[in-house]
């Protein structure tokens, strides 16, 4: 099992729709969850940190299930801007010094 | 007002050459990564250093060296470049280990022919 994995998609949605992006992890003893986005051919950017209790932001809705050993990330009424790809970030896999990346999944917003 | 800085944006070399990235942050952090992000997008971390001095080291070749001045800079030298290390890399920074988020430099694009 990879350390983290995701599905690459490609998501094609149209405006409007909702949209579940799935994450699993292989340690259980990971602390701290994170959703990053990365537009084409720009850095990652922080889009929201994924709480216990899941948490909200707008449009944006990430839960943890720890039993499972995953992470989701859901986006209501998506725009165009919303096209990127979603990275899973999870650590403390080895250490609190280590951040592991998913592969990313890649969401396309159309008109 | 940039907070995290890499340069040179751009970097096309042969392959066998030396090449040095720089990356620095202004935002008082103590943490400072290197990622390399390959063709297929998969992002990896290479290098963590905190407070200058070196927490991760993963399983790299040791013809990339980083090297911490202080704790705003983070460098990367890569001998004796190869075909594979044609790749973005990202410099990163947080306010301490772990648990935090991380700040992304816009990325070092790097092709060797």
């Known amino acids: 099992r990879k350390e983290v994995e995701q599905d690459p998609g490609p998501f094609n949605v149209p405006e409007g729709a909702t949209v579940a992006f799935n994450c699993t992890y292989s340690n259980s003893a990971s602390q701290s969850f994170f959703w990053y986005r990365q537009d084409c051919r720009k850095e990652p950017k922080l889009l929201m940190s994924v709480y216990s209790s899941g948490n909200e932001d707008g449009r944006f809705t990430a839960q943890l299930n720890r039993a499972s050993q995953y992470i989701s990330l859901l986006i209501r009424d998506s725009k165009l801007s919303d096209s990127a790809t979603y990275l899973c970030?999870?650590?403390?896999?080895?250490?609190?010094?280590?951040?592991?990346f998913g592969a990313g999944t890649r969401l396309t917003v159309k008109p | 007002d940039t907070a995290v800085s890499q340069t040179p944006k751009y970097l096309v070399t042969q392959m066998g050459n030396d090449k040095s990235i720089k990356c620095e942050q202004n935002l008082g952090h103590d943490t400072m990564y290197w990622y390399k992000q390959d063709s297929k997008k998969f992002l990896k971390i290479m290098f963590s250093y905190n407070n200058k001095e070196l927490i991760i080291n993963e399983t790299v070749p040791n013809r990339f060296s980083p090297k911490s001045p202080d704790k705003a800079h983070l460098n990367l030298h890569i001998n004796s470049l190869e075909l594979g290390d044609s790749a973005v890399y990202f410099c990163?920074?947080?306010?301490?280990?772990?648990?935090?988020?991380?700040?992304f430099g816009p990325g070092t694009r790097l092709l060797v022919l």
């Open positions: 990163a920074s947080s306010q301490d280990v772990g648990l935090e988020t991380q700040y």
């Open positions: 970030v999870v650590n403390g896999l080895y250490n609190n010094n280590d951040m592991r």
